[in-house]
Structures are given as structure tokens and as C-alpha cells.
């Protein structure tokens, strides 16, 4: 087991946005978190990843309280998290880009970066990465002329700069053509069975993460409705409730 989340509750005001929530993420796996608008799946990431500290509850990582860390102390222990809003330098090349987030890992001096040329002892690393996310072929393209779908395989590039062992994505195919969303989910699944990573995808695209995840949680009202397989999911009548008979077909 990776990440134990233990009766973790955060509320705004008199609202539960998450209440009591407890739940594991194992090892090298793909968890997808879904549910209705409003549910907290949100509010949930944030809890883990650092951006909010829980009212209640307790966060684990190997055992490990982290509960509250910042988002660069998790990264120090191999949590990453990927951007909607993507934290890419547009100016810069693909892989100054990847080699600026190595760099940063590493407490290179970042000023020393020449636009043309990478430095021997990181390109390596960086080009691994790049292969990774299929991006070897764009490697010296400018990040902001990539297509939308590329961008976000380049912020995951980024984070994969980190070393993590896990990956949480907060809606990673939001706004995307179909084939983007191909593409993207092609690297997390590359990112479990080729570098068995853990990855966590908070996700509105129910028929993606069906195909996708090893499990899932569902979420309503902030609470946990329901948890397993996506064939288990797909049968449960708290979900199928949850989306009104709507959202499954796929
Ligand atoms: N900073 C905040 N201040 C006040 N209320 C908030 C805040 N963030 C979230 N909420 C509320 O908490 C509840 C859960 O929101 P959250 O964004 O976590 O849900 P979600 O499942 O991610 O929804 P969506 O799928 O629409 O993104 C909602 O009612 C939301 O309005």
C-alpha cells in the first residue's frame, strides 16, 4: 500500500465538502476518484497534494504521516502532482523544460540554462523522460507551440522530473479531443506498467477511467459511496443512482 487516507474531513463553513473519508491506494496501481459535480474529488486531491490541510483525518505515505506537507516536502518523498492549468514555460523548448524541473530536483543553479544546449550529465535523464511520454520526436520545439493534448504530456514530463513514485492528476483530459485523451491515457497506463508508478486521476471522463483505472472511488456529497473494480462500479446501484443512469454507457 501506498497512500492511506484515514477519516480525512475538510469543511468551508457550515459545508462538508470532504467528511470522513478513508481509503488506500496500492502500489503501482491506476485510482481513479470520480463523482457528480460538487462531490469533493477536488477538495480530496488538495488534501493530499498539500494545497489544503485537513480539518480531521490523517494522511499516510509508506506509513509515513503527511498529514499538511506542503506540495515540495511531498515532492521530496516522491509525491508529484501534474497541473490543469499547466506550469510549463511556453518560450523555452520541450526539453529545457523537462531539464529546468530536473534541475530543480537536483538544486542545480537554474542560471546557468543556455537556451541551444543541455548539459551533459542531465540530458540523458532528460531524454529518458521525454521517452516516456512520447515526446522525443518534439524534444527541441518550443513547449508553447505544442498542441493542447502534447502540453499536458510535457507537464507530466515535468513531474515524471521529480523522480516520484506517485502521480496525482487532477482531471489530466479535461478539454481535450478524443485523440488527446488517447494519448494521455496512453502515458498513464506507460507510467504504471513501464515504471511502476502509482497514479491517482481525479477524473470526469467516466468512460476513460472505466478502461483506465485498477480501481475506483466514487464520490457524492463528499463521502465515499462506493469503491472497486470498474466492473464492480459499473454494476453498483449507489452509483448508478449518483449519475442518474446517465453517465456508464461507455
Ligand atoms: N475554497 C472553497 N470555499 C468554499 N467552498 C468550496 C471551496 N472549494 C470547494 N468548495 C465547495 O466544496 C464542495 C466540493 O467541491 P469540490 O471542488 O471538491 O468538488 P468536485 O467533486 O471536485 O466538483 P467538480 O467535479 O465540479 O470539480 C462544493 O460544494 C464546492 O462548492
Not at 64 to 89: M, V
Not at 140 to 152: D, N, V
Amino acid at each position: 500500500m501506498t497512500l492511506q487516507i484515514n477519516g480525512v474531513s475538510k469543511r468551508f463553513g457550515g459545508l462538508k465538502a470532504v467528511h470522513e473519508v478513508t481509503t488506500s491506494i496500492g502500489n503501482c496501481t491506476i485510482h481513479s476518484i470520480i463523482g457528480p459535480n460538487g462531490a469533493g474529488k477536488t477538495t480530496l486531491f488538495n488534501l493530499v497534494t498539500g494545497a489544503l490541510a485537513p480539518d480531521a483525518g490523517k494522511v499516510y505515505f509508506d506509513g509515513k504521516d503527511i498529514t499538511g506537507w506542503a506540495p515540495n516536502r511531498l515532492a521530496g518523498i516522491g509525491i508529484a502532482r501534474t497541473f490543469q492549468r499547466t506550469s510549463i514555460f511556453k518560450d523555452l523548448s520541450v526539453q529545457e523544460n523537462v531539464a529546468l524541473a530536473v534541475r530543480s530536483r537536483r538544486g542545480m543553479n537554474q542560471s546557468i540554462l543556455r537556451s541551444a544546449s543541455l548539459e551533459a550529465e542531465i540530458s540523458d535523464e532528460v531524454y529518458a523522460i521525454l521517452d516516456n511520454v512520447g515526446l522525443m520526436g518534439r524534444a527541441t520545439m518550443k513547449a508553447g507551440a505544442l498542441a493542447h493534448g502534447i502540453q499536458r504530456a510535457l507537464d507530466i514530463a515535468i513531474g515524471l522530473a521529480l523522480k516520484p513514485r506517485i502521480v496525482l492528476m487532477d482531471e489530466p483530459l479535461a478539454g481535450m479531443s478524443r485523440g488527446d485523451r488517447e494519448t494521455v491515457a496512453g502515458i498513464i497506463i506507460k507510467l504504471k506498467e513501464d515504471l511502476g508508478l502509482t497514479v491517482v486521476v481525479v477524473e470526469h471522463d467516466v468512460g476513460m477511467v472505466m478502461r483506465l483505472s485498477d480501481t475506483i472511488t466514487v464520490m457524492q456529497h463528499g463521502m465515499i459511496i462506493a469503491e472497486g473494480t470498474p466492473a464492480a462500479i459499473r454494476e453498483n446501484e449507489a452509483v448508478k443512482n449518483a449519475y442518474l443512469h446517465g453517465s456508464f454507457a461507455a
